[in-house]
């Protein structure tokens, strides 16, 4: 059973680039949450995904901005970016409903080195 | 509303000793709590989580954590570390589908 995955792990870009990362959720998940994790802290929720929609926000900028496909997986995406969006971005993946206990299953993240 | 604070940013014990992360909590609901470790350029990982059953929680690789409402703490001990425990460890509250992370406590183990 593939738990959840992301790609790319690395990737470099500039300064007003744009970004896209992607993710497939852990079999039998219906939601994807995003976080970004700067060097030495702990990750910041960005947005959460359910049924193809955007659920809840974190306080981040329109710049990101994301999408839910119908087999669950997403993609995150980064507009304009600036040197201040370098980070380790997790996906994560979970349950609704009655099997939802808070429980998340996280990616391995993609690194993003902005130059 | 709800928040994490995680008391210590950095822990240093010997291999053999006990280990005592601490964690505060708040929230609004009645929340859903857990630990998560990171090793150095992974994912995060689950030790244990508390889900309004059993106050006192068993993880993975002899960890475990005890909810104390009335402290509103959910601290995190190992009677013994071992090398492979250091690593980074985040505790989390969840509640009304969001989930909020300390800043993460860094496990030093010495030999």
């Known amino acids: 059973d593939a738990g959840v995955t992301q790609s790319p792990t690395h990737l470099i870009k500039t300064r007003g680039q744009q970004v896209t990362l992607r993710c497939s959720p852990k079999?039998?998940?219906?939601?994807v949450s995003w976080y970004q994790q700067a060097l030495g802290q702990g990750p910041q929720f960005i947005f959460q995904y359910y049924e193809e929609e955007e659920r809840q926000r974190g306080n981040f900028p329109d710049r990101f901005s994301g999408h839910q496909f119908p087999n669950y997986s997403s993609e995150l995406n980064v507009n304009a970016l600036l040197l201040g969006d370098s980070a380790l971005y997790l996906c994560?993946?979970?349950?609704?409903?009655?099997?939802?206990?808070?429980?998340?299953?996280f990616g391995e993240g993609s690194r993003l080195t902005v130059l | 509303a709800q928040s994490v604070t995680q008391l210590d940013s950095h822990v240093s014990v010997s291999e053999g000793t006990p280990v005592l992360l601490r964690c505060n909590y708040s929230?609004?609901?009645?929340?859903?709590l857990f630990w998560y470790v990171q090793h150095p350029n992974k994912g995060l990982q689950l030790l244990l989580k508390y889900t309004s059953a059993a106050t006192l929680v068993k993880g993975i690789n002899g960890f475990e954590a005890e909810f104390k409402k009335s402290e509103t703490s959910f601290h995190l001990t190992k009677p013994s570390a071992h090398m492979s425990d250091a690593a980074e460890y985040f505790c989390v509250v969840s509640g009304a589908g969001k989930s909020t992370f300390g800043d993460g406590t860094t496990l030093t183990v010495k030999p």
């Open positions: 994560a993946s979970g349950q609704t409903g009655a099997l939802n206990t808070g429980e998340l299953f």
């Open positions: 079999s039998g998940h219906d939601t």
């Open positions: 929230s609004s609901y009645s929340p859903s």
